[in-house]
């Protein structure tokens, strides 16, 4: 049944979540984008619901959303279009008998009582006759500019066998030399590009973004042309038999040794999804293997990328909303739409040369596919280097018979690195710098089941090496010594990378508002911590931030850097501590030096330490997202650092009250689609927290709320029974006793450990004896231990209750400036977040101290 009342809420929260994404402008011009097909085709429809789809305007004309439910139900859900997945240890005996017990029940369908999923593809999407081909817009937006190009295509798919759309994909996401990617970032117009096919019932559509830079958005004609020209050149060299069949050998190897789904889950709910797409036989390879080549499609496929084939958007915060000839009701903005230009369309359609050429066949398909057989064993990962400034760890195969391995490296920063807001910004900047000189150089191999990522902490530079181990130390020879030295060819990369990073700091609509709460709130209470708008200005300062203080920083770091390696996966004992070298030698570490070049001593590793206030402190913040009404709020209450059963307490405590919290807040309340109730890590300390993010009530308001609630869950957790305590310890016990099924787990079991030098390797072992403890002794299997651990948190010790609270207050959310009763501290709010005011109020403070307590 449907109750009145249910469905009344859950058409609340879908409107919440509406309003959520409504200033996200890849949603917006999706749907825009969507909102052009074809009228008697579905794509065209609004695709999310709100208050007024859903309820004022169909009530205002006698129609009733539960009367609709109901007889959409009954006339879909029904036995020819179900389909069943099972997931278990149980033998095909034992789920048969299951099915046959649970669902048995279902009536019988006949043709006619259940007709299949209808389908729309007789209704083209697009076409000149509809009027709707050959359309240009202009949206607003606050961030970096983009221009979006689709192109409607036949419908593909049931083509799932052979994939034409594969051989395209492989040609645009060439990177070596001939290739668009190359020419575009050459000539400073996109730093990169996106593409995906939307291929559903009702028909398919290839979409591309491309990233502009200034450059790139003062010249959106020439990106274009740069990329029909490139078309323009694969399609004259027709379909290469060669790079199609590296291409089918590639998927069968990438098919034939992936990984496991990291959950049961992910498993059933991945493959109920194909049943429908897909037949029987074909559910585990449909839409991943090219089983049939077919050269045709492809030359289709390609055919239709063509300049009088689509519809494009320019995206940019140069566009003035006022002046905007049309108005999107759904996502409430303005844009302007025109044909576009015909001379335009003459022009593309000629676009040749430009020294583009099609890519070559793929040469690093992995063949070495031999398993090792060593491992470290249940102790955790093996030191095979200690050195004064290079540790190198192994883990070897593990549980995961796969030729594949993961490398990590940690490269630690000296401490003054956490001091200087320039010195942050360089950091967050070298990794975009040695992703963009790299990109080119490692494109064959990364086109071949190889990657890389690198990344910059705040206490050091995280380098991470995967995929298949046959080609990963030729990986590692071209990327580390770009790590250490970008190069005297990194002027432009950097440049690029400061005016790419100026955009992505200045757009606010990437981040949902909650997000920016979590900003603010790392912000105050993590020492050494910068806020957005002062990395902005930094970065801003060509002074400070240019290529010259790059390679200045560069050399401090890695004068007086410490290196950490982790192995994982089909790499020996011998070949890793082999590698740990090479590593320490790509990046100028030496071997035996406990010192820095000139002689100093080496600076200690730098931790993240929490603040750890006397009394609760209140930040009080406008949402940066221009009109969006939706405010945030985050109450956190620190436990501190915790013991081996405190982390299982707390883990228990953060299942308990996840939904409790989710039913009080948004399905009574209806506060928002965003509501959490979780218990989290925070450098060395867990915290308790509820995070909620909704436009029905102000920030001040929730938090009481969130209090009501909290007092709320501590009358259940003294209330929990023998019974439910016993399921939840199993449950626990489970998730525990389950072994890591990918090589991220192997990894990530322990990495964390070795990045911050926790070493607690028998972690899961000891919570387990824990967990054998409670069920053993009466009174520790009780909730006494539990309630402790929540009132610790959540009262505080001897009632001193260590609270943070963010209140991100939306367009017309009630006021920034602090209500007297909305606080508990007689300190006042902090309103401004930024590194030198965040400081002055909590001059003297007291932090947590970095420590893990292994016991």
């Given at each position: 049944?449907f109750?009145?009342?249910?469905?009344d809420?859950?058409?609340?929260?879908v409107?919440?979540?509406?309003?959520?994404?409504?200033p996200?402008?890849?949603?917006r011009?999706w749907?825009?984008?969507?909102?052009?097909?074809?009228?008697?085709?579905?794509?065209?429809?609004?695709?999310?619901g709100?208050?007024?789809?859903?309820?004022?305007?169909?009530?205002?004309?006698?129609?009733?959303?539960?009367?609709?439910?109901?007889?959409?139900?009954?006339?879909?859900?029904?036995?020819n279009?179900?389909?069943?997945?099972?997931?278990?240890n149980?033998?095909i005996?034992?789920?048969l008998?299951?099915?046959?017990?649970?669902?048995?029940?279902?009536p019988?369908?006949?043709?006619?009582?259940c007709?299949?999923?209808?389908?729309?593809t007789?209704?083209?999407?697009?076409s000149k006759e509809?009027g709707?081909i050959g359309?240009s817009?202009?949206?607003?937006?606050q961030?970096?500019?983009?221009?979006?190009?689709?192109?409607?295509?036949?419908a593909?798919?049931?083509e799932?066998?052979?994939l034409?759309?594969?051989?395209?994909?492989?040609?645009?996401?060439?990177?070596?030399p001939?290739?668009?990617?190359?020419?575009?970032?050459?000539?400073d117009l996109?730093?990169?590009?996106?593409?995906y096919?939307?291929n559903?019932?009702?028909g398919?559509?290839v979409?591309?973004t491309?990233?502009?830079?200034?450059?790139?958005?003062a010249?959106?004609?020439?990106?274009?042309?740069?990329?029909?020209?490139?078309?323009?050149a694969?399609?004259?060299?027709?379909?290469?038999?060669?790079?199609?069949?590296s291409?089918?050998s590639l998927?069968q190897?990438?098919?034939?040794?992936?990984?496991?789904?990291?959950?049961?889950?992910?498993?059933?709910?991945?493959?109920?999804g194909s049943?429908?797409?897909?037949?029987?036989?074909?559910?585990?390879?449909?839409?991943?293997?090219?089983?049939?080549?077919?050269?045709g499609l492809?030359?289709v496929?390609?055919?239709?990328?063509v300049?009088?084939n689509?519809n494009?958007a320019?995206v940019?915060?140069?566009?003035?909303?006022?002046?905007g000839t049309?108005?999107e009701?759904?996502?409430?903005?303005?844009y302007?739409?025109?044909?576009?230009?015909?001379?335009l369309?003459?022009?593309?359609?000629?676009?040749?040369g430009f020294?583009?050429?099609p890519?070559?066949v793929?040469?690093?398909?992995?063949?070495?596919?031999?398993?090792?057989?060593?491992?470290?064993?249940e102790?955790?990962?093996?030191?095979l280097?200690q050195?004064?400034?290079t540790e190198?760890?192994?883990?070897?195969?593990?549980?995961?018979?796969?030729?594949k391995?993961i490398?990590?490296?940690?490269?630690?920063f000296?401490?003054?690195?956490?001091?200087?807001?320039?010195?942050?910004?360089?950091a967050?900047?070298?990794?975009?710098?040695?992703?963009?000189?790299?990109e080119?150089?490692a494109?064959?191999?990364?086109?071949?089941?190889?990657?890389?990522?690198?990344?910059?902490?705040?206490?050091?530079?995280?380098?991470?090496?995967?995929?298949?181990?046959?080609h990963?130390?030729?990986?590692?020879?071209?990327?580390?010594?770009?790590?250490?030295?970008?190069?005297?060819?990194s002027?432009?990369?950097?440049?690029?990378?400061?005016?790419?990073?100026?955009?992505?700091?200045?757009d606010?609509?990437?981040l949902q508002?909650y997000?920016?709460?979590?900003?603010a709130?790392?912000v105050?209470?993590?020492?050494?911590r910068?806020?957005?708008?002062?990395?902005?200005?930094?970065?801003?300062?060509?002074?400070?931030v240019n290529?010259?203080?790059?390679?200045?920083?560069l050399?401090?770091?890695?004068?007086?850097a410490?290196?950490k390696?982790?192995?994982t996966?089909n790499?020996?004992?011998?070949?890793?501590?082999?590698?740990?070298?090479t590593?320490a030698?790509?990046?100028?570490?030496q071997?035996?030096?406990?010192s820095?070049?000139s002689?100093?001593?080496l600076?200690?590793?730098?931790?993240?330490?929490v603040?750890?206030?006397?009394?609760?402190i209140?930040?009080?913040?406008?949402n940066?997202?221009?009109?969006?009404?939706?405010?945030?709020?985050?109450?956190?209450?620190?436990?501190g650092?915790?013991t081996i059963?405190?982390?299982?307490h707390?883990?228990?405590?953060g299942?308990?009250?996840?939904?409790?919290?989710?039913?009080a807040?948004?399905?009574?309340?209806?506060?928002?689609?965003?509501?959490?109730?979780?218990?989290?890590?925070?450098s060395?300390?867990v915290?308790?927290?509820?995070?909620?993010?909704?436009?029905?009530e102000?920030?001040d308001?929730?938090?009481?709320?969130?209090?009501?609630?909290?007092?709320?869950?501590?009358?259940r957790?003294?209330?929990l029974?023998?019974?439910e305590?016993?399921?939840?310890?199993?449950?626990?016990?489970?998730q525990?006793?389950?072994?890591?099924?990918?090589l991220?787990?192997v990894a990530?079991?322990?990495?964390?450990?070795?990045?911050?030098?926790?070493h607690?390797?028998k972690?899961?072992?000891?919570?387990?004896?824990?967990?054998?403890?409670?069920?053993k002794?009466?009174?520790?299997?009780s909730?006494?231990p539990?309630?402790?651990?929540?009132k610790?948190a959540v009262?505080?010790e001897?009632?001193?209750?260590?609270?943070?609270?963010?209140?991100?207050?939306?367009?017309?959310?009630g006021?920034?400036?602090?209500a007297p009763?909305?606080?508990?501290?007689?300190?006042?709010?902090?309103t401004?977040?930024?590194s030198n005011?965040?400081?002055?109020?909590?001059?003297?403070?007291?932090?947590?101290?970095?420590?893990f307590?292994?016991e």
């Amino acid at each position: 049944s449907f109750e009145v009342s249910m469905v009344d809420k859950e058409i609340h929260a879908v409107d919440s979540e509406h309003k959520k994404n409504q200033p996200d402008t890849q949603r917006r011009l999706w749907h825009l984008l969507r909102s052009r097909a074809n009228p008697l085709n579905p794509v065209h429809q609004f695709s999310t619901g709100d208050l007024d789809t859903l309820k004022t305007e169909p009530e205002s004309h006698g129609k009733s959303l539960v009367e609709a439910l109901r007889t959409f139900h009954k006339e879909n859900y029904c036995a020819n279009r179900m389909h069943l997945v099972i997931v278990s240890n149980y033998s095909i005996q034992e789920q048969l008998a299951m099915a046959h017990k649970h669902f048995d029940a279902v009536p019988k369908a006949t043709a006619e009582s259940c007709p299949p999923r209808p389908e729309y593809t007789q209704f083209p999407l697009y076409s000149k006759e509809l009027g709707n081909i050959g359309r240009s817009f202009m949206v607003h937006s606050q961030g970096s500019p983009e221009l979006w190009v689709t192109f409607p295509m036949p419908a593909l798919k049931k083509e799932y066998k052979k994939l034409g759309e594969a051989y395209v994909w492989n040609v645009l996401s060439h990177y070596g030399p001939g290739s668009l990617k190359a020419l575009l970032l050459k000539e400073d117009l996109s730093p990169h590009y996106s593409f995906y096919a939307e291929n559903t019932v009702a028909g398919s559509v290839v979409f591309l973004t491309f990233s502009l830079t200034e450059k790139g958005l003062a010249n959106t004609d020439t990106v274009l042309s740069y990329f029909f020209a490139y078309m323009s050149a694969v399609k004259s060299a027709g379909v290469n038999k060669e790079l199609l069949h590296s291409i089918q050998s590639l998927r069968q190897v990438m098919f034939d040794y992936q990984e496991e789904k990291s959950s049961e889950y992910d498993a059933v709910s991945t493959l109920a999804g194909s049943l429908g797409s897909v037949a029987p036989e074909d559910v585990l390879t449909g839409g991943v293997l090219i089983d049939q080549p077919d050269e045709g499609l492809i030359k289709v496929v390609l055919d239709h990328l063509v300049p009088s084939n689509m519809n494009m958007a320019l995206v940019t915060p140069k566009f003035d909303e006022a002046q905007g000839t049309s108005h999107e009701p759904y996502y409430d903005f303005n844009y302007s739409e025109t044909a576009i230009d015909p001379t335009l369309i003459s022009k593309l359609e000629g676009a040749t040369g430009f020294g583009l050429a099609p890519p070559p066949v793929l040469s690093y398909v992995p063949t070495k596919l031999d398993l090792i057989s060593e491992s470290a064993g249940e102790d955790g990962p093996e030191r095979l280097v200690q050195e004064p400034r290079t540790e190198g760890w192994w883990l070897g195969r593990g549980g995961v018979k796969l030729p594949k391995a993961i490398v990590n490296v940690k490269v630690g920063f000296p401490r003054s690195m956490l001091e200087n807001i320039e010195d942050s910004v360089l950091a967050a900047m070298h990794a975009r710098v040695v992703h963009s000189l790299l990109e080119q150089p490692a494109d064959a191999l990364q086109m071949c089941g190889l990657s890389f990522s690198v990344s910059s902490q705040n206490d050091g530079f995280g380098v991470t090496f995967s995929g298949f181990d046959e080609h990963m130390a030729k990986l590692m020879e071209m990327v580390l010594p770009r790590v250490k030295t970008p190069g005297p060819d990194s002027a432009d990369a950097f440049e690029q990378a400061r005016r790419q990073l100026l955009l992505d700091l200045a757009d606010t609509t990437k981040l949902q508002p909650y997000q920016h709460a979590m900003e603010a709130f790392e912000v105050v209470t993590i020492k050494g911590r910068f806020a957005r708008a002062e990395l902005l200005e930094a970065a801003k300062d060509t002074s400070k931030v240019n290529p010259e203080a790059y390679q200045k920083f560069l050399t401090q770091v890695f004068d007086q850097a410490q290196v950490k390696v982790l192995v994982t996966g089909n790499i020996d004992r011998a070949r890793s501590k082999e590698l740990t070298g090479t590593i320490a030698t790509f990046l100028g570490i030496q071997a035996d030096a406990g010192s820095n070049s000139s002689g100093a001593n080496l600076i200690e590793e730098v931790h993240l330490t929490v603040v750890k206030p006397e009394e609760p402190i209140e930040i009080r913040i406008p949402n940066p997202i221009p009109g969006d009404p939706n405010s945030a709020t985050l109450v956190t209450y620190q436990f501190g650092v915790p013991t081996i059963a405190d982390r299982l307490h707390l883990a228990m405590l953060g299942e308990i009250m996840d939904r409790p919290v989710f039913e009080a807040l948004r399905t009574e309340r209806q506060l928002g689609y965003v509501v959490f109730g979780y218990v989290a890590p925070h450098s060395s300390i867990v915290e308790v927290r509820v995070l909620v993010q909704g436009f029905r009530e102000g920030p001040d308001v929730v938090e009481s709320l969130v209090e009501d609630v909290v007092k709320n869950l501590t009358s259940r957790i003294e209330g929990l029974s023998a019974t439910e305590l016993a399921g939840r310890r199993h449950t626990l016990r489970t998730q525990l006793e389950k072994a890591p099924v990918t090589l991220g787990q192997v990894a990530g079991q322990y990495w964390g450990q070795l990045w911050n030098n926790e070493h607690c390797f028998k972690k899961k072992a000891m919570q387990l004896a824990v967990l054998d403890a409670a069920d053993k002794n009466p009174e520790t299997a009780s909730a006494a231990p539990l309630l402790e651990a929540w009132k610790r948190a959540v009262q505080g010790e001897g009632g001193h209750r260590r609270k943070v609270v963010v209140k991100l207050f939306g367009a017309g959310g009630g006021s920034v400036a602090p209500a007297p009763a909305a606080t508990n501290s007689s300190a006042p709010a902090i309103t401004l977040i930024d590194s030198n005011s965040v400081q002055a109020r909590l001059k003297g403070a007291e932090y947590w101290p970095h420590e893990f307590l292994c016991e």
